[in-house]
């Protein structure tokens, strides 16, 4: 028992130091993030980007962010640190520097869709999410989203309407080479070399796959030098954050990430993705993107977001 005495006292550093970083302050939220956080009275600490730099259209209506041009992250103290949880307003060409900017500070990007019809310039939304022991890592996390959109739009006042790295028009593709890389064969139909690849899934008792729309496929078109690819993920949720992670190290760009289906087991998950580039590279990271997903945990086993 006497030996046990040191041991805690040399142990008593670490465990106030753990203690100290698992506290949500609104007050170092608003310090890290640079914008005033506010606490609801039920205790969650929210902060609040309203997107006025660009003028936003909708079906004729010049918008005001509290019509929905609202950036937001809101954070809750867990028993052993904090969750949090955000929706990003962002334009075409934030959405992948957003995204990385989220994947390398820790969060994890969980939906990329649209609110509107009609709306000049696109404005698109992506939800991050993320928990762990340190608050604080979380408040850099989303600060370093919020960030790199700025920096986007520092560069370019006005948001992009395209792609860079040139036009691509259809031509002949190396389409052996192309299967080699990935592993699957494709079909190849108007100078377009299609890969498709189905999985399982049960929807109220019955079993069903690829042919009802549960595919994993990608679309190259163009020539060996210049190429286009565009495709969809479908992917449990254990397999979205590899995924993801695997494409945009590819410069692979991300496009959307939503659900096609309610009530499948296990949920299905699916990313849609468009890159430019040789037709080779994007060969190779579409299979890294593949084995990404196959070496990611399988549904049902322990999924826990965390901040790093």
């Not at 608050?135 to 006005?158: F, S, T, Y």
């Not at 565009?230 to 979205?240: C, L, R, S, Y």
């Not at 991300?254 to 087991?265: R, S, Y």
């Not at 196959?294 to 049902?300: F, Q, T």
Request: aromatic residues 6%.
């Amino acid at each position: 028992m006497t030996k046990l005495i040191p041991a805690l006292i040399l142990s008593l550093p670490g465990l106030l130091g753990s203690a100290i970083a698992a506290e949500l302050s609104a007050d170092k939220v608003s310090e890290i993030v640079g914008v005033k956080a506010t606490t609801t009275s039920d205790g969650v600490v929210r902060v609040g980007w309203p997107r006025k730099d660009v003028e936003v259209q909708v079906d004729g209506l010049t918008m005001r962010p509290f019509m929905g041009l609202g950036a937001w992250a809101a954070f809750q103290k867990t028993d052993d640190g904090a969750m949090l949880m955000g929706d990003t307003v962002v334009f075409q060409d934030e959405v992948n520097p957003a995204l990385d900017a989220a994947l390398a500070n820790g969060l994890e990007v969980t939906a990329i869709h649209n609110h509107f019809f009609f709306d000049e310039p696109k404005v698109y939304f992506m939800h991050i999410g993320g928990c762990g022991d340190d608050p604080d890592k979380l408040a850099h996390g989303v600060k370093a989203v919020w960030d790199a959109i700025k920096e986007v739009r520092k560069a370019n006042p006005q948001p992009a309407k395209r792609f860079v790295a040139g036009v691509v028009t259809p031509g002949k593709l190396d389409t052996d080479k192309i299967a080699g890389i990935v592993g699957t064969k494709g079909d190849l139909q108007d100078e377009v070399y299609k890969i498709t690849i189905g999985r399982n899934a049960e929807m109220n008792g019955m079993k069903f796959d690829g042919s009802m729309g549960l595919t994993t496929w990608a679309a190259f078109a163009g020539t060996d030098d210049l190429a286009v690819v565009d495709g969809d993920f479908a992917m449990t949720a254990n397999e979205v954050q590899p995924v993801l992670k695997a494409l945009r190290a590819a410069d692979i760009n991300i496009v959307a990430l939503h659900n096609h289906m309610n009530g499948e087991t296990p949920a299905i998950y699916f990313t849609h993705f468009w890159g430019k580039g040789k037709a080779s590279n994007l060969a190779t990271g579409l299979k890294e993107a593949l084995r990404a997903q196959a070496d990611a945990p399988k549904a049902g086993q322990s999924h826990k977001m965390m901040s790093k």
